[in-house]
């Protein structure tokens, strides 16, 4: 369950006086305090953690005041809130960034700290200082680096990783073995922790941050119980400050991540005995500088071969739309010239059609020309259409009228030009997509054109649309021709022009004698294109 808002708080601010409540439990009197205060104390501590999230460096400032009073009160609520302190300065990194407020914050959550570390008649040691600043700037630096300074890393190669975690591996165990029964912990342990340390660099091109900071808790933790696995631990944060530096491109955790190698390193090899001088300290620093060097190089490397691939991807992008487009263009400009032409000669056609309409008297004649007018009128039509949908291929065409009555139409007009039409429509061809419905009306009015061509006026024909499935099938069939005829001149793009258009919706379509002395056209329509 994800919390937001109020609920968060509260679990906040509850969690931190329970926190407070379990560690003083036992706690008796103090020199200035009863036991009775524990609990307003408790809830001095721990209430204030419900502003956190809203307002982490006020919150942060009033937790470093607490833990200087009660430290000075000798109340045991100090424990608390130097661990809620440590929490503050993580979430105020994380909320802020490394803006000015957080920066005071974490320096007075440093001044805190060394107060309630300090003990009367205790010298204040370099050591002491040490864990006074890595105390809160721990926290800090890592709710900094949690806002997102690494992205995700987009290479889906894990050899470079399995490469890492088996030499990270391999370092620690062949460096250290002989030596795992000499520290005063468990052999099991120091192995174990051996293996993890080496095993982390696996995931250290993923999480730098993460890693770079578990190998110096390590570095701290074999400087302090196990001396002679420090060197391996030296290389092992070296490496991680080097994948560090290859995989964060801001040059301020470039130089936080310098700043802790140096810190890091001069703490496993500057000990009580030696001697620091001008020289030590320039070769420890160029021994950090150097893997950070490597890291950012190979990272500036991966970001131009990064920036390389998108321009050729955008430049093949940029290719194809160039290319979509001249199509677009040269689509429009063939549209426009057979519309120009073809609309000069069926509009002269359908003028002088119109004009010796009024001069015919009523019968076949009259009949003729007003049919040659009205499809005249729609091939203009539909010419335009055309254009527009050439023009924008995105856009679904219009339909002046239903495929249906597309079909009703063609037939009647084929009957009156001398066919004989049988035609055979379901009424559950209504329930197929448009798209199929359109193409078989078109496959009919081709059909049906082609059978007048080739057969003549007397031939009779069956026309046939059914449902198929999801689409639909459409079937023509015509008989011998009555008598000989005289052929009309024809393209012969309507048989190919159909297949294009069947093709295109991914059906079939065959045409050819049928055995009788007639023909036989057959086509296909499935619901959907093909893809």
């Known amino acids: 369950m994800r919390w937001r808002g109020v609920p968060l708080d509260v679990l906040l601010a509850v969690s931190g006086v329970a926190l407070d409540l379990f560690t003083t439990a036992h706690a008796g009197d103090t020199t200035y305090l009863p036991a009775e205060a524990n609990l307003p104390m408790g809830l001095l501590a721990g209430l204030p953690m419900g502003f956190v999230r809203s307002r982490p460096v006020p919150v942060t400032l009033y937790l470093a005041a607490l833990l200087v009073v009660t430290d000075q009160l000798g109340s045991y609520t100090s424990n608390t ?58 926290p800090a630096v ?45 052999v099991w342990v120091v ?27 390590l570095l701290v933790c074999a400087d302090t119980y196990l001396n002679e696995a420090v060197n391996t631990c030296v290389i092992l944060t070296l490496v991680a400050v080097g994948v560090f530096a290859m995989r964060v491109a801001s040059w301020w955790w470039m130089v936080a991540a310098y700043l802790a190698g140096c ?7 500057v000990g009580d005995g030696t001697e620091v001088t001008p020289f030590r300290v320039g070769v420890l620093m160029m021994l950090v500088a150097t893997p ?16 390389e691939r998108l321009r050729a991807e955008e430049a093949a992008r940029a290719a194809v739309a160039q290319v979509r487009a001249d199509q677009l263009a040269e689509r429009e400009r063939i549209a426009r010239d057979v519309h120009d032409i073809v609309a000069h000669h069926v509009g002269a056609m359908v003028l002088r059609a119109s004009a010796a309409r009024y001069t015919a008297p009523d019968g076949p004649v009259a009949d003729a020309l007003s049919d040659i007018r009205e499809t005249g009128h729609q091939v203009l039509q ?16 219009h339909l002046l009228a239903d495929p249906t009555d597309v079909v009703r139409e063609s037939a009647e007009r084929m ?99 049928d055995g009788e002395g007639g023909w036989m056209l057959a086509a296909s329509l499935p619901a959907r294109s093909a893809t």
């Open 81 to 138: 809130a130097q661990i809620l302190l440590c929490v503050a300065v993580g979430v105020a990194g994380f909320r802020s960034g490394w803006c000015g407020t957080t920066v005071a914050a974490t320096a007075a959550a440093i001044a805190a700290t060394a107060v309630n570390i300090a003990d009367p008649g205790i010298a204040f040691t370099v050591n002491t200082w040490f864990y006074s600043v890595l105390l809160p700037v721990v």
């Open 142 to 186: 890592l709710g900094a680096y949690l806002r997102g300074t690494v992205g995700p890393l987009e290479e889906r190669d894990v050899t470079p990783d399995a490469l890492l975690a088996a030499g990270g591996v391999a370092i620690t165990v062949l460096s250290t073995w002989t030596t795992w029964h000499s520290g005063s912990q468990p």
């Open 191 to 217: 192995g174990l922790l051996a293996v993890v340390g080496g095993l982390s660099l696996g995931v250290a091109r993923r999480l730098p941050g993460l890693v770079l900071l578990g190998q110096g808790v």
């Open 263 to 269: 810190m890091l390193t001069a703490i496993a090899v």
């Open 292 to 307: 950070i060097a490597i890291g950012r190089y190979l990272g500036m490397r991966q970001a131009a071969a990064a920036a």
């Open 382 to 397: 539909d010419l335009r259409d055309l254009l527009d949908l050439l023009r924008e291929p995105e856009r679904q065409p």
């Open 415 to 513: 009957a009156a030009a001398g066919l004989v039409v049988d035609l055979h429509l379901d009424p559950a061809t209504d329930q197929a997509p448009l798209t199929a419905r359109a193409s078989a009306a078109r496959i009919v009015q081709e059909g049906l054109t082609n059978v007048l061509k080739h057969a003549g006026p007397g031939t009779r024909v069956s026309v046939s649309v059914a449902p198929e499935g999801e689409g639909l099938s459409v079937e023509i069939r015509n008989g011998p021709p009555p008598t000989v005829i005289e052929r009309l001149p024809s393209s012969g793009r309507g048989l190919a022009g159909m297949r294009e258009r069947v093709r295109a919706l991914g059906g079939t379509l065959s045409a050819g004698p």
